[in-house]
T-cell receptor, first 114, second 117 residues
Framework: NAGVMQNPRHLVRRRGQEARLRCSPMKGHSHVYWYRQLPEEGLKFMVYLQKENIIDESGMPKERFSAEFPKEGPSILRIQQVVRGDSAAYFC????????????FGPGTRLTVL | AQTVTQSQPEMSVQEAETVTLSCTYDTSESDYYLFWYKQPPSRQMILVIRQEAYKQQNATENRFSVNFQKAAKSFSLKISDSQLGDAAMYFCAYRSAGTGTASKLTFGTGTRLQVTL
């Protein structure tokens, strides 16, 4: 059973470009969480999605950031018009259902904005 | 909102010795879950141990155990017989017991553990 997959592992963008980060949850998992880790900091929650629904986006910046988890395909975290402050590691986690089931983390995508 | 505090940015332990990492949290909830995650240089987040707040018994996983003090809102991690492979960042995390918006994990800032020969 493959774990949570994220791609790309490393992404370099120039200021003003768009970044698209992909997350394929573990097989059978229908809940996806995105977290951001700034250098030398802990992970900060961004958004929680179920298939085709955003459940909690309280941690997501209001502008430039969006997330989706379509019925088919991976979850996408999209950052428009990136700025240097967006440079961070972005982690995706998935769980089977909402309750106490463990959130399994992917390896993360390291975004560097030049 | 819940907060998680790890007051030890760095810790060092000799191989085969025991080390304790501290974590405190603030919440008004009575039911919740607490976790310790390990993040080695590969950056992969690995669940080390978890504790349900309603359980009085401290969780144990092989060489890893916790000291859960609910009244004091303290959740420390003890690593026994430390090994070189234990060197990593360790994050304490909190999760509410509810659903929906309660599902997210709140992390502390981490403790970097060094293991020396």
């Amino acid at each position: 059973n493959a774990g949570v997959m994220q791609n790309p592992r490393h992404l370099v963008r120039r200021r003003g470009q768009e970044a698209r980060l992909r997350c394929s949850p573990m097989k059978g998992h229908s809940h996806v969480y995105w977290y951001r880790q700034l250098p030398e900091e802990g992970l900060k929650f961004m958004v929680y999605l179920q298939k085709e629904n955003i459940i909690d986006e309280s941690g997501m910046p209001k502008e430039r950031f969006s997330a989706e988890f379509p019925k088919e395909g991976p979850s996408i975290l999209r950052i428009q018009q990136v700025v240097r402050g967006d440079s961070a590691a972005y982690f995706c986690a998935s769980s089977l259902i909402w309750d106490f089931n463990e959130q399994f983390f992917g390896p993360g995508t390291r975004l560097t904005v030049l | 909102a819940q907060t998680v505090t790890q007051s030890q940015p760095e810790m060092s332990v000799q191989e085969a010795e025991t080390v304790t990492l501290s974590c405190t949290y603030d919440t008004s909830e009575s039911d919740y879950y607490l976790f310790w995650y390990k993040q080695p240089p590969s950056r992969q987040m690995i669940l080390v141990i978890r504790q349900e707040a309603y359980k009085q018994q401290n969780a144990t996983e092989n060489r890893f155990s916790v000291n859960f003090q609910k009244a004091a809102k303290s959740f420390s991690l003890k690593i026994s017989d430390s090994q070189l492979g234990d060197a990593a960042m360790y994050f304490c995390a909190y999760r509410s017991a509810g659903t929906g918006t309660a599902s997210k994990l709140t992390f502390g800032t981490g403790t970097r553990l060094q293991v020396t020969l």
